[in-house]
């Protein structure tokens, strides 16, 4: 549903956002895959991501859409980027969110074991 209508939940962002950050609110995960879904229509990617990484498995990677493939190709360039910037400098505060490193490993984990990888 959010794929049509977007445009008329984006004005409700800040106030989904809030449920994502709310601890206590039951279907957060719910709340960021919406929330994602809606910055990604807006061209927000970097937000977009960060909240895909947030909705856990709502965040399907096996989905074959535009914006599932566009948001892996965006975790794969920030996880480069960063750890780019782990490697050029040892007193580097960069810090890698362990759920873009789960969403890496799947991705390569699946290449490499996927038949035509063999």
């Known amino acids: 549903m959010v794929d049509y209508a977007w445009h008329e939940i984006a004005d409700t962002l800040p106030r989904i956002e809030s449920f994502v950050e709310n601890p206590e609110f039951p279907e957060r995960a719910l709340a960021a895959s919406v929330a994602s879904k809606v910055f990604y229509y807006l061209e927000e990617f970097d937000e977009a991501l960060r909240l895909a990484l947030e909705s856990g498995d709502l965040f399907d990677l096996n989905e074959k859409s535009l914006y599932v493939e566009t948001l892996i190709n965006k975790c794969i360039d920030r996880y480069i980027k960063l750890r780019q910037e782990l490697t050029e400098s040892a007193s580097s505060t960069v810090v890698i969110d362990t759920k873009m490193e789960r969403v890496i490993e799947k991705m390569f984990?699946?290449?490499?074991?996927?038949k035509k990888w063999k």
């Open 109 to 114: 984990g699946r290449c490499f074991t996927d």
